[in-house]
């Protein structure tokens, strides 16, 4: 025997005691302890984390919302800022758009029927007057042409100023020129049969005086108000209407004593009526001046 000992020299249990430190300790006991640790570790970990993430998911969603919505209200504000402003532009911008289509609408109208026929009446003034002193002005022919243009003239001014009021197609041209184109061809007529010697010229002084009068009355007391159109004064038109058409024609016999009561109860009827505009027009600017002296007072007290 060398004199080594039995647990030195590898006996079972020295083997052992040796085997046990050189694994670090560690018995077959502790090592089953320390998988299972580590597998419920790792169970943890993976199982319960993503259990947790599972349950917390919606959440985490709201609250990634909640936190990407900071970031993007910049943006959309923006967005909606912009919005915003193209609307009020276009909010804006389109009552500009709706006078300027309105103006043009309004410009277009003086090219209504009405307004046609009130032109129509002032071009046929130049045309009565020719045919009217066509050769001499004696010419029963001529004459009947003139007759002609004369009444197309007086009927279109009974037409357009209805058709205007009905269709609504009353325009600032319509009221300046309607009147002046029906006193161009009443005047004009009065003023050939005068120059021809068919009428008196105190007749035509006459009612051409009392419709230059009546119209230069109207533009003085407009501030009050507005003088209406009697029927008295429609008779008027028609029966001077009537009246010059018979003199333009080159009457014989009871028709021209006809149209000379004609003419004389045209010329009554112009004097009474604008005797009466007279009277309206007085008692208008009475009235205006009363009501203005009470809105005085009013506002003084």
Request: hydrophobic letters at 30%; charged letters at 20%.
């Given at each position: 025997?060398?004199?080594?000992?039995?647990?030195?020299?590898?006996?079972?249990?020295?083997?052992?005691?040796?085997?046990?430190?050189?694994?670090?300790?560690?018995?077959?006991?502790?090592?089953?302890?320390?998988?299972?640790?580590?597998?419920?570790?790792?169970?943890?970990?993976?199982?319960?984390?993503?259990?947790?993430?599972?349950?917390?998911?919606?959440?985490?969603?709201?609250?990634?919302?909640?936190?990407?919505?900071?970031?993007?209200?910049?943006?959309?504000?923006?967005?909606?800022?912009?919005?915003g402003t193209t609307e009020a532009q276009g909010s804006t911008r389109a009552p500009r758009g709706g006078k300027i289509a309105a103006a043009a609408v309004d410009q277009a109208s003086v090219w209504n029927i009405a307004n046609l026929l009130t032109m129509l009446r002032l071009l046929l003034v130049p045309a009565f007057v020719m045919l009217m002193l066509a050769d001499g002005g004696y010419d029963p022919a001529w004459r009947s042409f003139a007759w002609a243009a004369f009444a197309i003239a007086m009927i279109t001014d009974l037409f357009d100023g209805h058709l205007a009021r009905t269709y609504n197609l009353v325009t600032d041209f319509g009221k300046i020129a309607d009147p002046i184109a029906d006193k161009a061809i009443m005047g004009a007529a009065l003023i050939c049969l005068s120059a021809l010697g068919d009428l008196p010229w105190w007749v035509t002084g006459v009612i051409l005086g009392r419709e230059l009068g009546i119209t230069l009355l109207r533009f003085l007391v407009i501030r009050y108000g507005v003088i209406p159109a009697s029927r008295g004064g429609k008779l008027k038109t028609l029966t001077q209407g009537v009246a010059v058409g018979m003199y333009v024609l080159a009457l014989t016999g009871w028709l021209a004593t006809l149209r000379w009561w004609v003419m004389a109860a045209a010329v009554v009827l112009t004097v009474v009526t604008g005797l009466d505009y007279v009277k309206q027009a007085i008692v208008l600017r009475r009235q205006g001046i009363a009501e203005r002296k009470a809105a005085l007072e009013e506002t003084e007290e």
């Open positions: 025997m060398t004199g080594v000992p039995a647990s030195a020299a590898g006996g079972p249990s020295g083997a052992r005691r040796a085997k046990g430190p050189a694994s670090g300790g560690l018995t077959p006991a502790s090592g089953r302890a320390l998988a299972r640790e580590a597998r419920d570790r790792a169970a943890g970990g993976s199982g319960g984390g993503k259990a947790r993430r599972d349950a917390s998911g919606p959440e985490d969603v709201r609250a990634a919302a909640a936190s990407s919505a900071p970031s993007s209200s910049p943006s959309s504000s923006e967005n909606t800022g912009i919005a």
